[in-house]
């Protein structure tokens, strides 16, 4: 059967409040029509504007088949590029970052301005016009701090995000913060698998030790329902507020993105094994303000988020294959804060680390029993997964119209 009749018909048959059916998890053919309807069409989180300090500077990320280089320009703009030379399509960028005045492709030298105009092609024809073979632009946009590119012709409007996500992210200046370190780690599951798992805290207390020291299990902390009406939820909210920080718990109607303020357990300021703050200095300078918890971000497909007093941890998900998922970890810090003066890796990134790591045995043990011929969708919890049952909404709402898009409409049989 057509794989996109197959994805349409198991949308449309599916139970609520429970998993998806298996070729959601492990078909390539599914995971291609996920790649086209929403990955290449959707806005994408790939990383931040302090990773670029310079023009000149820039970062390459792979999107499927997609490879794609952000870069400062001179007057101080972040744009992207399809990372693909105008000549014979070899990337013109090949390494993960770096520096440099021009963008020049190693094949053949072709060299590009970091507006992306062909600036220099050796030895072609007379007639060969240099202002036809730009770089190919890629939809960029920026937000608190946060850079987002979208592959599609025709981007969705990016100013919904922005207006609601803003004000949570502007006071902490992630823009002028630096990554004191980076992480990349491969999980053998789908991307949804990863999405699932992060969802929830229903695996915490058996799984992650070092993360259940300070992050509350709380449905209303991980899940979208019943904040308002928790006490210790709706304190800490009116205490942030009173800062100067927006902190109360806000979804688009579609639910794609959402941001609130959490506190962490007792008296818990970071995320540490004590409790204790990881970094001297205050990541920003705006923000003074005692035991602020964690700013919680999420933005499907790709990102979630904690942003606390003294340091920020920026997740990014982007799928290898049907079977396999990049999350890439970035700690951010003070612009000014010094290693070995001011924090130690080890602590920065020890609980996240750790936790990570667990993740992806979770994940990778979920990924191998989804291949078993036995099985089948079981039901999700609702009081402690209400966050994978508000996802899994979201993923077949999202995708449900665009495998419909060109579709004829069925003929009724006349008797």
């Given amino acids: 059967m057509d794989a996109r009749n197959e994805m349409l018909r198991l949308i449309r048959s599916r139970k609520q409040g429970y998993s998806l ?20 069409r959707d806005w994408l989180f790939v990383g931040h504007d302090c990773e670029l300090p ?11 088949d997609y490879p794609v280089v952000i870069v400062r320009d001179r007057e101080g703009g972040i744009r992207a590029f399809h990372n693909s030379c105008r000549h014979r399509g070899s990337r013109v960028c090949n390494t993960h970052k770096g520096m440099s005045a021009r963008l020049v492709c190693p094949y053949h030298q072709w060299t590009y301005d970091l507006d992306g105009k062909l600036l220099f092609a050796r030895q072609m024809a007379d007639d060969f016009d240099p202002s036809q073979f730009s ?44 990554v004191a370190y980076e992480s990349t780690i491969i999980e053998k599951g789908n991307w949804k698998l990863v999405w699932e798992n992060n969802r929830e805290c229903y695996h915490c207390a058996g799984n992650h ?5 300070t992050f509350p299990e709380a449905p209303t902390v991980t899940g979208v329902n019943g904040a308002e009406s928790d006490p210790e939820m709706v304190a800490h909210w009116a205490k942030c507020e009173a800062a100067g920080l927006p902190s109360r718990f806000r979804i688009d109607e579609a639910g794609q993105f959402r941001a609130t303020r959490a506190p962490l357990l007792r008296d818990a300021v970071s995320y540490t094994m004590t409790g204790k703050r990881a970094v001297k200095k205050n990541l920003s300078d705006n923000v003074s303000a005692d035991r602020i918890g964690s700013l919680l971000l999420y933005h499907y ?24 998922t990049a999350v890439t970890t970035k700690w951010l810090v003070h612009k ?3 290693e070995g003066v001011d924090y130690t890796l080890d602590e920065l990134t020890h609980v996240w680390t750790e936790t990570n790591d667990q993740d992806r045995r979770i994940v990778e043990e979920n990924a191998f029993g989804i291949t078993s011929p036995a099985y089948e969708p079981g039901p999700y919890s609702e009081l402690h997964e209400g966050g ?14 665009r495998l419909s898009e060109g579709q004829k409409p069925t003929l009724k049989s006349v008797a």
């Fill in 209 to 213: 030790p070092e993360l259940c020291k």
């Fill in 21 to 40: 059916e298996q070729p959601f998890y492990i078909d390539p053919d599914f995971h291609r029509l996920d790649m086209e309807l929403i990955w290449y």
């Fill in 336 to 338: 000014d804060a010094v």
């Fill in 135 to 178: 770089l190919k632009p890629v939809a960029c946009e920026r937000a608190g701090g946060y850079i987002f590119i979208c592959l599609a012709q025709e981007p969705a409007d990016f100013a919904p995000f922005r207006a609601m996500m803003e004000p949570y992210f502007l006071p902490h200046r992630l823009a002028d913060a630096k």
């Fill in 54 to 64: 310079k023009p000149g500077s820039f970062f390459t990320v792979q999107v499927g």
């Fill in 301 to 324: 497909p790709t990102t979630w988020n904690h942003v606390l007093g003294d340091h920020a941890v920026t997740f990014r998900v982007l799928p290898v294959s049907a079977t396999e």
């Fill in 388 to 401: 994978v049952i508000q996802f899994v909404d979201w993923y077949a709402s999202f995708i449900e119209p």
